[in-house]
């Protein structure tokens, strides 16, 4: 085994690769990273969607699960790659993103970040080939294990703006593209290389929309990279987020201390008890979180129907993450 490994060595050496990278610049993904958009669309198979039968998001494995055992899940992951000036909730290991600001893709719009019961909605992580439509597409022959990999691949996950990913719903692209022109070939781009890293389909409908949007750019590649390409805005660093935790610590020191010293001001005559609120009308119940992925419903953002205040555990505005 020695001897194998010395004679590769010597090789390498000889041919001028760098060690242990030779091959390196293979892709060894299998999206076709770095090769024409179009070559890699004309190598999927074409046929037309699967009945949906049996689609349930469970069948996709966890909702954010830490499958890269990182100690965080995969949305918050998706939030830190993506997100500016990114802040942390306290305690959290540089995990839970408490603010930061977003360039959305796509719609091309900076939208600020900011966890909580009715913020959190306004960025969402969208999978750039939709799960669902991935189940009529081929999923429903991998493994769950593969399922899983797929629903929390860096690589088929974005942030964008909230109202963008639910418009797209599961959609393909030729049912929907982003409003932003500029980002519609990346995007188609980045569509093919998941399922071409898949075995995934597209329908005849699909294929003509993708090469449609590729023939106003026919140099553009399949990415070899997560996230957005133009994403250049510095994050905050981990010193710089410790200050700034530090900074508001003290000050919320300082104004509980001047507050006790302050002489209390009178007590104001008590409000008149609220009216009973009416229950809000929901058309769809889901007792808990695991009768909601069994549905396929997961995550339940607020507002949607069968969102629950007791289901969102840490009351921002998602339950059964």
């Known amino acids: 085994m020695m001897v194998v490994l010395s004679r590769l060595l010597a090789a390498s050496l000889a041919i001028g690769l760098p060690v242990g990278s030779a091959y390196a610049d293979e892709p060894t993904d299998g999206t076709g990273a770095g090769t024409s958009a179009t070559e890699v669309l004309d190598s999927l198979e074409v046929k037309g969607r699967a009945p949906k ?12 699960a830490d499958v890269d055992h990182n100690g965080c899940d995969t949305r918050n992951d998706i939030l830190n790659r993506d997100l500016t000036g990114v802040r942390h909730k306290w305690r ?13 893709p796509y719609t091309g719009k900076d939208i600020k970040f900011k966890k909580g019961k009715k913020t959190s909605t306004a960025v969402q992580i969208d999978h750039v080939v939709a799960l669902s439509d991935a189940w009529q597409k081929g999923a429903q022959k991998l ?6 990999a797929l629903a929390n691949d860096p690589y088929n996950l974005l942030a964008v703006q909230g109202r963008a990913n639910q418009k797209k719903s599961d959609g393909d692209a030729a049912t929907w593209l982003p409003s932003n ?12 290389g998941v399922k071409h890293k898949y075995s995934l389909w597209v329908t005849q409908a699909e294929k003509e929309a993708m090469a449609k949007v590729l023939s106003s750019c026919p140099t553009q590649t399949v990415p070899d990279y997560t996230g957005v390409k133009d994403s250049t805005a510095e994050k905050t660093t981990e010193s710089e987020q410790t200050e700034q935790t530090q900074t508001e610590q003290s000050t919320e020191q ?34 808990n979180c695991t009768a909601a992925r069994a549905a396929g419903a997961t995550p339940i953002y607020q507002g949607q129907p069968g969102y629950r205040s007791q289901l969102d555990r840490d009351h921002d505005g998602v339950a059964c993450e």
């Open 92 to 104: 959290t290991h540089n995990c839970v993103v408490k603010s930061g600001k977003l360039h959305d």
């Open 254 to 287: 300082a104004q509980q201390t001047q507050q006790t010293t302050q002489a209390p001001a009178p007590e104001p005559a008590p409000a008149p008890a609220p009216a009973p609120q009416p229950a809000p009308q929901q058309d769809v119940y889901y007792q």
């Open 181 to 192: 022109k500029g980002f519609r070939c990346e995007y188609v781009a980045r569509q093919i």
């Open 53 to 64: 039968t049996g689609y349930k998001r469970t069948q996709f494995g966890k909702a954010w």
């Open 143 to 148: 493994s769950e294990e593969r399922r899983t």
